[in-house]
């Protein structure tokens, strides 16, 4: 069978993204910007024009890194990862579940001890590539939120389905659901 394509402008620039079943009724278009380095640095761009003042940034491991690395480079603020295994380093990590469309069994993000608690009283920037559930989001919300950081704006490069209803997000682009 041949693979499908959903054509779409992000950060002015043209992408084919695939489709991919995730259930026997849904297709999702995967946006990945792992090895895109263009669309990255654009999308980077854009967003901080849409964000307010922030301190530092946070992401989920792993596809908001790319996009985290640019946007602390362009900005010049720190970002923070949230791991989702425990790392030998990681000294006394705060932690969170989480459950994903793109993720068949829950998950648990960790933060390290000594991020959070750099990350204390400061304006927080969530930084994520795609949202759609919501879920992931909520995790790094409850991350913050449990390192006392206080977020000032959740973003993303796009917004899934119902997301883009969503009024408390930051995003580029609107990504549909592919209903069969």
């Known amino acids: 069978m041949e693979q499908q394509y959903y054509e779409m402008k992000i950060a002015g620039l043209t992408r084919r993204l695939p489709l991919c079943a995730v259930s026997d009724k849904l297709d999702i278009a995967a946006f990945v910007m792992f090895s895109d380095v263009e669309i990255t640095v654009a999308a980077a761009t854009q967003l901080l024009q849409k964000c307010p003042e922030f301190d530092v940034m946070i992401t989920a491991e792993s596809k908001g890194i790319p996009l985290a690395y640019e946007m602390s480079r362009q900005s010049g603020k720190q970002y923070y990862l949230a791991r989702k295994s425990v790392k030998v380093y990681m000294r006394d990590p705060i932690c969170v ?36 559930t919501g879920e992931s989001l909520h995790a790094l919300e409850e991350l913050v939120k449990a390192a006392g950081g206080n977020i000032v704006c959740k973003a993303a490069v796009l917004a899934e389905g119902d997301a883009a209803e969503r009024s408390d997000i930051v995003f580029l682009e609107p990504l549909p659901l592919f209903f069969k």
């Not at 068949?104 to 949202?131: S, T």
């Open 97 to 132: 579940e989480v459950k994903s469309i793109t993720t068949a069994a829950a998950q648990k993000l960790y933060l390290d001890r000594d991020y959070a608690d750099e990350m204390k009283g400061k304006r927080v920037l969530i930084v994520d590539d795609v949202i759609s």
